[in-house]
């Protein structure tokens, strides 16, 4: 594929051609860092495929700066771009933790937050988070998690920031 300039291959995205789409998003993969403004701004777009694409690649490339953005895509009306900004965030690892413990704070109403955070902390509930995290699972589990869990989450985010673990 020829180098073409981030903001024709984010267009691209918005194709009728499943393999040209899917050029694009390996394209503005393997630009990392470079392509994920415009991959944030794509995943606002309002065709759910273009979002599912600006998602998808968000999570190859795994690039710390779309924490926040991966997070506001939890609440996509689209499952399939929730699925994957989850996915996002678990490759992105221990650093979304608190910026996801903190979304949780923020809107404990969503439904759909509350379901992709569970997606993420389910896979990075292991070894010495188990402290941290079960809270959290706990509550999200349970009867009332919009009450729940804040408390749950801010608990987890003071003993995740004692232990310095978000590193």
């Known amino acids: 594929m020829s180098r073409q300039s981030i903001e024709s291959l984010v267009a691209e995205l918005d194709c009728d051609e499943m393999i040209r789409c899917q050029n694009a998003r390996r394209a503005l993969v393997s630009r990392k860092n ?24 968000l999570a190859q490339i795994g690039d710390p700066s779309a924490t926040a953005p ?15 900004a989850a ?20 809107n404990p109403g969503s439904v759909w937050l509350r379901e992709g955070a569970h997606h993420v902390l389910h896979d990075m509930y292991r070894g010495n988070w188990d402290t ?5 699972m ?4 349970g009867a009332h998690p919009s009450v729940e869990v804040p408390l749950a989450a801010s608990k987890a985010i003071g003993i995740i920031e004692t232990k310095g673990e978000t590193r």
């Open 87 to 106: 996915e996002g965030l678990i490759h992105l690892g221990r650093k979304a933790v608190s910026p996801l413990l903190k979304a949780l704070i923020g």
């Open 132 to 136: 941290a995290l079960k809270p959290v």
């Open 34 to 57: 470079e392509a994920v403004p415009a991959l944030v701004v794509a995943l606002q777009n309002k065709k759910p495929w273009v979002r599912w694409e600006a998602a998808k690649a």
């Open 70 to 84: 991966l997070i506001d895509a939890l609440g996509d009306k689209a499952f399939d771009v929730r699925w994957l």
């Open 138 to 141: 706990k509550a999200l589990e």
